[in-house]
């Protein structure tokens, strides 16, 4: 299990594998200078089950990995957490999609 923590007061805990893919997408938003909201649900934090914050090239983020090694990214699974975080209702950790097949050899 990986950490996020946005502006040194709010940290969850994700697991290595989605926090590689929410990065991908976070980066690229924000290298383009979007703001957008991000929601996730955490029922064990404070009893508390979904947070909200609001990204900005010009609040602090910090991604932090338990494991030593980069996951495999799924492409699909950076598409779909894309589309969601274009929606109205901003990025959330959808499920991930089995990878398309590649070229038949």
């Known amino acids: 299990m990986g950490t996020l923590t946005y ?7 994700i697991d290595d594998r989605i926090l590689a893919h929410l990065q991908v997408v976070i980066w690229a938003k924000l290298r383009r200078g979007e703001h ?11 009893g508390m089950g979904r ?7 010009h609040q ?6 338990f ?6 990214l799924n492409p699909a699974w950076i ?10 209702g901003g990025l959330t950790m959808v499920p991930e999609p089995e ?4 070229p038949p050899r």
């Open 7 to 13: 502006d040194s007061r709010v940290t969850v805990s």
């Open 36 to 46: 957008f909201p991000f929601t996730w649900t955490d029922p064990t934090r404070n």
């Open 51 to 57: 947070t909200s914050v609001w990204l900005s090239p």
């Open 60 to 65: 602090p983020l910090v991604f932090e990995y």
């Open 67 to 72: 494991g030593g090694r980069q996951p495999r």
């Open 79 to 88: 598409d779909a957490l894309t589309k969601s975080a274009n929606s109205p």
């Open 99 to 102: 990878e398309a097949a590649g």
